[in-house]
Structures are given as structure tokens and as C-alpha cells.
């Protein structure tokens, strides 16, 4: 079983934001996750990245936004000397008291979207390089300043120059209430057998009707919608550590059907379970 790194990030709490640059960089770190939001510009370089559930190519001018918490790695697959720009910033950012003013709605809604990352249009990864790389080199009022130019620049590009990476469902944030919170805690222990509304209504106090009523209208999704993603991100992110069959993968994440299981994976990352599996064995990552 492959156990996943957890990196402990420079940033400061007293800081907005952390910007290093690499003009050289080898990226080799291994697959991790932290606790910040990550803006990563990386140059000259192609090769594959895993970001949530998803493994895909990246181009010689790519620029991403990756959540909190979320499993993310590079791996190049050109020789050639590639420049990184990498920015961490708070989880939290997008829920600051200055953050709920109407002036900083673009980058609010932007960070709270519900996703595990973001990728920019070469184009705007074109637009930033400069600013990102002199944002490396800047400190004190000057660099906050253009931190937040930043931001609200790629808050504010065309919605056709972005593309969301991973899911919108399980990966939600959930507005908190704890009814909301009681649920999601017994699916994440709860999830590979069969889990029923009668249960849940139990559990907090309504009747299987109104929780189903209440899990949509509080998080705007359907509960066996979440659920069900849920479970297939279990599936995918088991499909990388372990070497179980897929059969028994299917079992272990709430499946009783194999052939359910893998219609549902497909229509949730769009490729077979198996596909998955091999894709990331054969690319530079899972080696």
C-alpha cells in the first residue's frame, strides 16, 4: 500500500501568501496534499499530473489553482530545463471578513467553488507568467497588492479560458450545519455497505422524506448523487494504493453490482476502472 505524504507548508499565519520560484525545477516531489490552496504556473515542461481523481497531461505553459486537502503531483516528461512558480494561501481565505465585501465577490466565489482544482487556458497562463514570477520576488504591501491583482484577474478571465478539475459533488464544501455535518461523517464511516434515508433520518432526527428535502436544499445536491461519487472517489483513490482486483474494490467501496460499479466510475471520470488503474502505472507518476 502507498502512503501519501501530507507536506507541511512554509506559510506563515501571519503571512497572505507564500510565491516561490524555480527556474530549474526537477519536479520529483511525490504525490502529497496540504492544508493551503496552491497556484502552480509550471513552463517549458510537459508531462502528467494526478489532481484528485484525475491523471492527464499537462502542456509546456500550464497554470492550475489546486484545492486544500487535495492529493496532487508532477511529474515532467521532457528533458529540458522547466521553470515552476508556485504560490500557497490560506484555506481559509475565501471566508475572511474582508473576502465578504462585494469588491472581493470574484475571488470569493472562485475559491468556494466546490471542486477539487482549477486549469487556465494557455492564454491566460500567457497573461500571468510575468506577474506570477514577479510576485516571487516581491514582499511587505507591493506583493499583497499584486497577490490580490492576481487573483482577481483569474477570478475574471472568460469562462471559456477555464476548466474545472475533478468533481463537484463529493468534493464539496458544504455550507456547515450540524445535521449537515452528522451525515457526511456517517457516509465516510459508512459507506461500504448499504446505507439507507431511514437510517440517516434516524441518526438526526427526521424522517427519511425531510432528509432528503434538507441534504439538497443545504448543499444543493441529491443525497445518493453525493453518495454515490463519494464512494467512487473511495474506489479511485483505492485503485492507486492497493493492488485489490477491481471486483473486490467494487465490494469494499458499497458496490453490489460489478457491472454498476463500473458504469457509474465511467460516468463519474470517464474512463473504465481498469483504464484508471493503467493509466497511472503507465505514466511517470506511478512508476
Excluded at 63 to 84: A, F
Excluded at 119 to 126: I, M, N, Q, R, T
Aim: aromatic share 12%.
Amino acid at each position: 500500500m502507498k502512503d501519501f505524504l501530507k507536506e507541511i507548508t512554509a506559510l506563515k499565519k501571519d503571512s497572505l501568501y507564500l510565491a516561490e520560484y524555480w527556474p530549474e525545477a526537477k519536479m520529483d516531489f511525490p504525490i502529497h496534499f496540504h492544508d493551503d490552496f496552491e497556484l502552480n504556473l509550471t513552463l517549458n515542461a510537459r508531462g502528467k499530473r494526478i489532481v484528485g481523481n484525475l491523471v492527464e497531461d499537462f502542456a509546456e505553459q500550464d497554470l492550475t489553482i489546486i484545492s486544500p486537502n487535495v492529493l496532487h503531483c508532477y511529474k515532467r516528461e521532457t528533458p529540458s530545463p522547466n521553470c515552476v512558480v508556485v504560490v500557497k494561501f490560506s484555506k481559509d481565505l475565501p471566508v475572511w471578513e474582508i473576502f465578504q465585501t462585494v469588491q472581493f465577490a470574484p475571488i470569493r466565489n472562485m475559491l468556494s467553488l466546490p471542486v477539487a482544482g482549477i486549469k487556465f487556458s494557455g492564454k491566460v497562463a500567457d497573461m500571468f507568467t510575468g506577474p506570477l514570477v514577479q510576485l516571487s520576488e516581491l514582499d511587505g504591501f507591493e506583493g499583497a497588492c499584486l497577490f490580490l491583482k492576481i487573483l482577481n484577474g483569474l477570478a475574471t478571465v472568460d469562462k471559456s479560458d477555464v476548466d474545472i478539475i475533478g468533481s463537484e459533488v463529493s468534493d464539496a464544501k458544504f455550507t456547515y450545519s450540524r445535521r449537515i455535518n452528522k451525515i457526511i461523517k456517517y457516509v465516510e464511516a459508512n459507506y461500504q455497505k448499504k446505507i439507507s434515508l431511514d437510517e440517516i433520518g434516524e441518526l438526526v432526527g427526521m424522517s427519511a422524506s425531510s432528509v432528503s428535502r434538507f441534504f439538497k436544499k443545504r448543499t444543493l445536491h441529491n443525497f445518493w448523487d453525493y453518495l454515490s461519487s463519494f464512494r467512487i472517489d473511495c474506489a479511485a483513490d483505492m485503485l492507486i494504493r492497493t493492488e485489490h482486483n477491481i471486483s473486490e474494490i467494487s465490494y469494499e467501496c458499497g458496490f453490489n453490482n460489478l457491472s454498476n460499479f463500473n458504469k457509474v466510475f465511467r460516468e463519474r471520470i470517464g474512463c473504465t476502472p481498469s483504464e484508471y488503474r493503467s493509466k497511472y502505472k503507465n505514466s511517470s507518476i506511478g512508476r
